[in-house]
């Protein structure tokens, strides 16, 4: 099931006039529909091995990969996760992201 709700996937850009300060703003570069996925038990002992902690894991379906660059993303409620990692599910057309919530934001460009 695709129930979760649409998935907005960022990369941290460069958004400053040439010549200016550096300016790093998340840019859109696509959205995906997601499902809640649970993490396996290798998942989560490799995440305590590498002393790290991750707040969830989600199912983007229709996709393979992530577009070139994308490392963030946000769901519909506004908080923002880095993406860590990306593991493609090829026989389902899927890929599973599993998202570390970001304790400070960036701020995000608007068209």
Excluded: W
Aim: proline residues 6%; glycine residues 8%; aromatic residues 10%.
């Amino acid at each position: 099931m695709r129930d979760g709700g649409i998935l907005t996937l960022y990369a941290l850009e460069n958004v400053a006039t040439p010549g200016f300060m550096p300016v790093e703003k998340l840019v859109p570069k696509g959205t995906a529909y997601y499902s809640y996925s649970t993490a396996g038990i290798t998942r989560i002992y490799a995440a305590m091995g590498a002393n790290r902690e991750f707040d969830m894991v989600v199912r983007c379906h229709n996709m393979t990969a992530l577009p070139d660059g994308v490392k963030y993303a946000i769901p519909e409620d506004g908080k923002q996760y880095r993406i860590d990692p990306a593991q493609p599910i090829y026989d389902m057309d899927a890929v599973d992201l599993t998202l570390v919530r970001l304790e400070n934001f960036y701020d995000v460009l608007t068209e």
